[in-house]
């Protein structure tokens, strides 16, 4: 095989992701923070988020299928799956290399009869999505497992309304209720913005996501919060277009002076979105490069009159500030980061 050096990247900040769970950790309390590395670590590269994050000191980790946590095996790292046992996933389940997050009784009953072994248990306290009843929990459903974390999920733990706090403060109780039901080692409720929420909600052990990554979930926290992800795409072509003249599919911009302008190795099946379109920018040296018209799905259009050293083949590096970026695109912070494709190089520094 040829080596061909990609014509875009990511360059993943190692310091800032490790800042980053360190915060988080400070944040939890007494709690362990974990980390949610599902959507291959949120689009960065699951293995290498996990390599940088265990040498910090993380020791649990989440993914939400047993193809993603085959791909940590040889860490030798904990990883629980978040969406249980499927009976087509059992020959991974028993292979130990982590263990399932049972969500439901016909799960359970799967991992009985397979011999039990170390799991998780979600708790459903009022999100609908995921996990058991408290009732049902009270009712002997996990009697005789080997529970090493109950856990549940807040659904508005980002929101700042009055019923959105209500609403986290009610499974907050909710999941409290449990303490000491089921001889579970562990007790988990809390994912970025629920740490956000205060100690209350940190109970044993912490997952967040979003925020190892650059989010900030909640608006006390960003201060806290450093930026991970940094793409960057290299220029294909320069050009002049002259007054009157359009640019891109459906001619959305026209040019009222002439304008230079840079094509970039960018577009939306790189997880740069047609929302950016018009929006979005880049940087060469200290030039704000804007979006002119639309994006294509493998290219990019730049100004870059202000930049006369901006030439084919140079770098760019692309704005993916989380918050603003989300601002100006209504994209949220999560889709920026997991609809990064693979055509970029990602190299941690
Ligand atoms: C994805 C996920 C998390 C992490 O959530 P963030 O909002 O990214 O911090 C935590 N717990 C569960 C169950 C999840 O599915």
């Not at 875009?8 to 800042?19: G, M, N, P, T």
Request: hydrophobic share 45%.
């Amino acid at each position: 095989m040829i080596d061909i050096p990609a014509p875009l990247r990511l360059r993943l900040d190692s310091e800032a992701l490790v800042h980053n769970w360190r915060a988080l950790d400070r944040l939890s309390g007494r709690a362990a923070c974990g980390a949610a590395v599902k959507a291959d670590g949120y689009g960065l590269g699951a293995t290498g988020v996990v390599e940088r994050l265990a040498a910090a000191g993380c020791r649990d980790f989440f993914v939400a299928t047993w193809s993603e946590a085959q791909a940590l095996a040889p860490l030798g790292l904990p990883v629980s799956v978040l969406h249980g046992v499927r009976p087509e996933d059992m020959p991974a389940a028993m292979a130990g290399f982590a263990r399932p997050v049972l969500n439901t009784a016909q799960q359970i009953a799967r991992w009985r009869e397979a011999g039990g072994g170390a799991c998780d248990v979600m708790v459903d306290t009022g999100m609908n999505r995921l996990g058991v009843s408290p009732d049902k929990v009270r009712g002997g459903l996990l009697d005789g497992l080997a529970i090493e974390t109950l856990m549940s999920h807040l659904a508005s733990a980002d929101e700042d309304t009055d019923a959105a706090r209500a609403m986290s403060e009610r499974q907050r109780a909710t999941f409290a209720e449990l303490t000491g039901v089921t001889g579970a080692r562990r007790m988990s409720l809390a994912n970025s913005a629920g740490i956000g929420l205060g100690t209350d909600y940190t109970f044993d052990l912490t997952r967040p996501g979003l925020a190892l990554y650059g989010g900030a979930p909640r608006a006390e926290m960003a201060a806290a919060i450093r930026q991970v992800v940094f793409p960057e795409a290299q220029v294909l072509q320069r050009r002049s277009v002259r007054a009157g003249e359009s640019v891109g599919y459906n001619a959305t911009w026209t040019a009222t002076e002439d304008t230079e302008v840079a094509v970039v190795n960018l577009g939306y099946a790189d997880g740069y979105r047609r929302a950016f379109s018009g929006v979005g920018s880049a940087s060469f040296r200290d030039h704000r490069l804007p979006v002119l018209g639309r994006v294509s799905m493998d290219l990019v259009i730049l100004q870059c009159s202000a930049s006369e050293g901006l030439e084919e083949e140079d770098w760019v590096g692309v704005s993916y500030d989380l918050a603003a970026q989300s601002t100006a695109t209504g994209l949220s912070a999560y889709e920026l980061l997991t609809g990064l494709g693979n055509r970029y190089a990602r190299s941690w520094v």
